[in-house]
């Protein structure tokens, strides 16, 4: 079963004053190897287990909004987090993998700032992988261009997951951030 609702169901609740809908969902992880920006074969169970928060987003690297603003939302947050966003491991999975090479997701990640180090890692892998996951965390979507502005966000292992639908701002993600993580 991919997804057991423990809040509302996705996009049922309206954060007052948000741009985004919030639920909070258990997803089960596909066991599923992506490669990173580096060309390095990445168990993506092992890396979702990360003891710290975990940001998950589904991007590709010529999309024209909804990607950008989603990944500059998660840049902010984390400045706004300080110290405090130094555990927190961002992981964008790219939903355009025949396009998406390593090196591609290496430049796309660098147009955010500096060199974004090992919390953000940026994945690509075999289509049948990617949709998997896709569909494990109830975000498939016939064509890339209609995806939906999802963030997935967990404080930790065996914590579930808070999904976040629209366009929550860096200090609306920030706060999300904490939340999870106490």
């Known amino acids: 079963m991919a997804v057991l609702a423990v809040g509302a169901a996705p996009g049922a609740e309206a954060v007052e004053g948000k741009r985004y809908a919030r639920s909070v969902a258990r997803y ?4 599923v190897t992506l490669v990173d920006r580096s060309g390095e074969a990445v168990e993506l169970p092992v890396l979702l287990d990360h003891a710290g928060p975990v940001v998950l987003q589904f991007v590709f690297t010529t999309c024209p909004a909804v990607c950008p603003m989603l990944a500059g939302a998660v840049v902010r947050a984390r400045e706004r987090l300080g110290a405090g966003g130094e555990e927190l491991l961002v992981v964008s999975i790219s939903i355009d993998p025949e396009h998406d090479r390593p ?6 990640v660098r147009g955010f700032g500096d060199d ?3 919390r953000w890692r940026t994945l690509t892998g075999e289509r ?23 963030t997935f966000l967990r404080g ?7 999904r976040l639908e ?6 609306d993600l920030a706060a999300e951030v904490r939340a999870a993580a106490r």
């Open 28 to 31: 089960e992880v596909p066991a």
């Open 103 to 108: 090196e591609r997701l290496a430049a796309w």
């Open 156 to 162: 930790g292992p065996a914590r579930p997951w808070v």
């Open 116 to 118: 974004p180090g090992p």
């Open 166 to 171: 629209g366009y929550p701002g860096a200090a």
């Open 128 to 150: 049948a992988a990617i949709d998997a996951v896709r569909r494990a965390f109830a975000a498939e979507t016939a064509d890339k261009m209609e995806h939906r502005p999802l």
